[in-house]
């Protein structure tokens, strides 16, 4: 039950009556990923705005012993201070129960892709019938594969952002074998599945992706994100044909003045600075990287091949020395226009790259672009997806119900099982202590997140809170960085040989 409290001056009185909530209660008041919203206040200043909301009731109510003595230990006298409680129903009308977001919670349609170590599928939300797509990673491949740092830094990014060029999360949750993300539901495939269907995609149409990634990057540079995995994998299109960038598991977020240094990417849409700051060091690299993956991907989506003959199994050094002796051929055919849009994308010198989204608005191949109805997805696209078929691989869904080990059809009887049979196991240790302790960790970190409470919760009327209280002098200053540290399973595990 989450509650933000104030002394018997009410909200609205002086700060010298009023006993003002410490920082973490300011938090518990705005995170309503779980349970009911409630409200706390002295009896005879219930506001009356809160109380009209449809199912609001009040009642009186003890101040919780953690807030109470939190109060006294700044002067407030709370023991002859009564308090009344607003609830207001956030969770689908169920008033007072702690509800939150699970597996059950949906209803399984098909399988349509899958990674290294998570699959998607189609799923239905129960309640409101809203379809969504699923993506599902196994807790025990993600530890085993060292991938539990990149699902929460994924999630950590996805749980913060919202765009309408971005496939957006509404959901995360947890079992015992998985971590759920639950993300806008695009039916138009990705643009690699249509590269393979040789669709030919005009210049209009690739000018409209351009368009649309660059708002896009401009929204990410803005939260100090750099995907590093623009590529045509990654840009999904809706049943209308606009393109959504998604997978942030490699993305990262650096602070102003500071430069990425990581290896990350994928080969043939990495910047030539990344490899470049890998082999030889130097600054690293920074926003750049991702217009450069847009260069590569209009390309690619023009000509049908890359710029440049890249490969996975390409040296890192071999790659530094290409992109110094190798040009990129332009088709005579193309518009001197969009050609001279792809040259800037594509420069190696990241100082001289078309790299903003200003730096797009004025390129001459965008002359004309009305950019407000563009970001309002009121222009047409060129290309649209056949609206009567799957735009995915058929052999998914057949995949998941006939070799897939842990079917997901079967997750709750399976879960039953293993429950009964994990209770009937004896305290001894066993070999898979180190397996265990990892997945007790993740178990205990990872953030559970409603994008649709959230969003109902930040309609709702307000009462103003009260400014926090200023830092005593001896009280240690909570570290940026430490706030927004990532749990991963090094750290969080002890290692196998230890005790």
């Not at 100090?224 to 299109?237: A, C, Q, S, W, Y």
């Not at 071999?318 to 332009?330: G, P």
């Not at 409470?453 to 009280?475: C, I, V």
Request: hydrophobic fraction near 35%.
């Amino acid at each position: 039950m989450l509650s933000a409290v104030w002394g018997a001056g009410g909200p609205g009185a002086g700060g010298a009556a009023r006993g003002q909530p410490s920082r973490k209660e300011l938090l518990l008041r705005h995170h309503l990923w779980s349970g009911p919203r409630c409200l706390s206040f002295p009896l005879g200043s219930l506001p009356a705005s809160l109380l009209g909301l449809p199912g609001a009731t009040s009642h009186r109510s003890c101040l919780s012993p953690n807030l109470a003595s939190g109060l006294a230990a700044r002067g407030t006298q709370t023991q002859s201070v009564l308090f009344g409680e607003v609830r207001l129903p956030l969770d689908g009308g169920v008033r007072g129960a702690r509800k939150r977001m699970n597996f059950d919670h949906f209803q399984i349609l098909r399988a349509i892709g899958k990674g290294s170590f998570g699959k998607v599928c189609i799923v239905q939300k129960r309640d409101t019938e809203k379809m969504y797509a699923m993506k599902y990673m196994n807790k025990q491949q993600c530890i085993e594969r060292d991938e539990v740092r990149n699902v929460f830094r994924e999630l950590e990014i996805l749980q913060e952002i919202e765009h309408v060029f971005l496939v957006n999360l509404w959901y995360s949750f947890q079992d015992e074998e998985d971590m759920f993300m639950v993300v806008d539901l695009l039916l138009g495939g990705d643009l690699r599945y249509h590269l393979q269907q040789n669709v030919q995609f005009s210049e209009d149409t690739v000018r409209l992706y351009i368009c649309e990634m660059a708002l896009a990057l401009d929204y990410l540079r803005g939260q100090h994100i750099i995907h590093r995995d623009v590529k045509p994998d990654n840009i999904l299109l809706d049943e209308r044909g606009h393109a959504h960038l998604t997978d942030f598991n490699i993305a990262t977020i650096i602070k102003d003045g500071e430069r990425a240094t990581a290896l990350a990417g994928t080969k043939p849409y990495m910047a030539p600075e990344i490899f470049h700051s890998f082999v030889n060091g130097g600054t690293g690299y920074s926003f750049e990287v991702d217009w450069w993956s847009v260069g590569v991907m209009a390309y690619e989506l023009l000509r049908g091949w890359r710029p440049y003959d890249i490969h996975s199994s390409n040296a890192v050094e071999s790659l530094v020395q290409l992109f110094s002796t190798v040009s990129v051929q332009y088709v005579p055919t193309w518009s001197k226009e969009m050609v001279a849009l792809l040259r800037k994308l594509l420069t190696v010198n990241p100082e001289h790259r078309l790299s903003s989204l200003q730096d797009v608005q004025a390129a001459p191949a965008l002359a004309g672009v009305l950019w407000d109805h563009l970001s309002e997805k009121r222009v047409e696209p060129g290309f649209v997806p056949n609206k009567g078929r799957l735009h995915c691989d058929p052999t998914f869904e057949l995949e998941e119900m006939i070799l897939e080990s842990r079917p997901l059809h079967k997750k709750k009887k399976r879960l039953a099982k293993n429950k009964s049979r994990d209770n009937s196991r004896d305290s001894s240790q066993s070999e898979n202590d180190y397996l265990q302790d990892c997945l007790d960790a993740i178990q205990q970190d990872f953030v559970i997140f409603n994008r649709e409470k959230l969003k109902r919760s930040q309609d709702l009327p307000r009462e103003p809170l009260p400014a926090p209280e200023s830092r005593d002098a001896a009280e240690p200053v909570e570290d940026e960085a430490e706030r927004s540290a990532l749990p991963m399973c090094g750290p969080i595990c002890p290692s196998a040989g230890s005790g």
